[in-house]
């Protein structure tokens, strides 16, 4: 059988290439999405589905705790117990923290950081059970160095790490493994957005010259939660062509 793997915010420019990866190492793949990202959902996994991939589609705001209980019991009945989850969804409200309002601190905590406690609060009991799981959570360099601009980000970022280490203890001895992968500067649609100035400046400053391809960030992802991964826990693996060492 399959192992089936929930992605959350799957259908995002990351997200993505981690289900297609995944999907193509022969797992099924759960992508979710928001409410208002339907038709963009149809589409991506009908693109899918032609090339052969194994995977499917599940709606949940995962910064609700209902919600994400409602979407993970129906992908479960649906699909099967799940086995593998990445924790992908983000989003930024980035000013600085003189503008910082309770709104903009609050929705990045919620989807950033609440998301990870509410999702993977639906699948750690079976995953102990079954005595098998892998979970990543996907942070950033700017939880690891703090980033101007980003107190409501970094904080989150940073909070999915020591949520990743608490986990992993007690995982560790239940053949349930946690880690945090965290990307630097990746090409998505976000970050070909910018203007060519700020582009530059940021290039310059990371050691391989470059940003990250989003597959280079999925095939990270694909080993932490390969069954032949079954002694890394609690690590944070960057994913930033040099850009903080540490
Ligand atoms: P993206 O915006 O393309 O994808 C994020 C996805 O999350 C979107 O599809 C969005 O709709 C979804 N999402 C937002 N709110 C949600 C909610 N409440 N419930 C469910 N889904 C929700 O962004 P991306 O660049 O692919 O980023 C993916 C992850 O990687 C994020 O956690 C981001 O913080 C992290 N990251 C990105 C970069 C980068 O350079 N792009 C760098 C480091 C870390």
């Known amino acids: 059988m399959a192992r089936i793997a929930l992605v959350t915010g799957g259908i995002?420019?990351?997200?993505?290439?981690?289900?297609?990866?995944?999907?193509?190492?022969?797992?099924t793949v759960i992508a979710n999405h928001i409410p208002q990202e339907a038709a963009q959902a149809e589409a991506w996994k009908a693109e899918r589905v032609a090339a052969g991939l194994n995977v499917d589609t599940a709606v949940g705001d995962v910064s609700s705790f209902e919600d994400s209980?409602?979407?993970?019991?129906?992908?479960?009945?649906?699909?099967?117990?799940?086995?593998?989850?990445v924790n992908c969804a983000g989003i930024?409200?980035?000013?600085?923290?003189?503008?910082?309002?309770?709104?903009?601190?609050?929705?990045?905590?919620d989807v950033?950081?609440?998301?990870?406690?509410?999702?993977?609060?639906?699948?750690?009991?079976?995953?102990?059970?079954?005595?098998?799981?892998?979970?990543?959570?996907i942070s950033s360099v700017n939880g690891q160095r703090g980033q101007f601009g980003q107190t409501n980000y970094s904080a989150a970022k940073a909070g999915m790490h020591g949520f990743t280490?608490?986990?992993a203890q007690e995982g560790a001895a239940k053949g349930v493994t946690v880690n945090t992968v965290s990307p630097g500067y990746v090409e998505t649609p976000m970050t070909l957005a910018m203007n060519d100035d700020v582009r530059n400046k940021i290039i310059g400053g990371i050691p391989m010259r470059r940003m990250a391809q989003p597959a280079e960030i999925a095939a990270a992802v694909a080993f932490l939660v390969?069954?032949?991964?079954g002694y890394v826990t609690g690590a944070n693996l960057p994913v930033n062509g040099g850009l903080f060492m540490h």
Request: proline share 1%; with cysteine; glycine share 10%.
């Open 112 to 137: 950033n950081l609440n998301s990870v406690f509410n999702v993977t609060r639906q699948v750690w009991d079976g995953m102990l059970d079954r005595g098998f799981g892998r979970i990543v959570n």
């Open 226 to 229: 390969s069954d032949e991964n």
């Open 69 to 85: 209980a409602r979407m993970v019991a129906e992908v479960v009945a649906k699909h099967g117990p799940i086995d593998v989850l």
């Open 12 to 27: 995002g420019g990351i997200g993505s290439e981690i289900c297609t990866r995944l999907a193509k190492n022969g797992y």
């Open 92 to 109: 930024t409200r980035d000013t600085t923290f003189k503008r910082m309002d309770a709104d903009k601190w609050n929705a990045v905590i």
């Open 165 to 167: 280490m608490a986990l």
